[in-house]
């Protein structure tokens, strides 16, 4: 066994309420448009779509906290939604047997530059440096599925200094969570580590240095996180 040649990589984790032991994360996805009212507010018609995804570096994934305003954007924005922890080895998953898969839940914000996204869509090109910058995936605490069941509604919420900006509903996706991991399971092979977010409903918007973020998802624990 050699010794590595540079310093290893550091790995994100999450912690998990209620456990001593750490979640480790491997890859992180994130469903597109999976909410027909956010789907419209960005100009896209919900009704035409199969479900769509990309990806954010496994590193991306931060605790809260305090986090960097990141670089090259003026159009930082909000979406807050549903994370789903892969908990055991999957593909071509049937929707009825995907909640095997799962380990438990957490309350995530998808960070995106939305300007750089504009230009990416105008352009043909990938959404890679919209959506999968440094610390672009703050995460709270997980919840085992024992103690969260597969949510199918509940309340998902964003404030922004104390005011509501983002208030919709688990009941309002359009791909519900075994319809989306039988989806991502048929592209790629789910391993344990892998996080899903599930999509953001309507209400996403601009923020900035010294804005302080909280995100809700009925049942686990709160994300907060100060941008500096
Ligand atoms: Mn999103």
Redesign the pocket.
Known sequence: MSAFVIPEPRRSVLTVQGRDGLFPVRRVY???R?YAAHAREMGADPDREPPFFFSKPGDAVVPGGPIPYPPATTDLHH?V?LVVAIGRTGTKVPAAEAQGLIYGFAVGV?L?RRDLQAVAKKGGKPWDMA?GFDNSAPIGALVPLDAFPMPEAGSITLEVNGERRQSGDLSDMIWPIPDMLAHLSDLVTLEPGDLV?T??PEGVGAITRGDTIRAEVAGLPLLAFTLV
């Open positions: 994130c469903v597109g999976n979406e939604e998808d995106t959506k977010f999509g953001t």
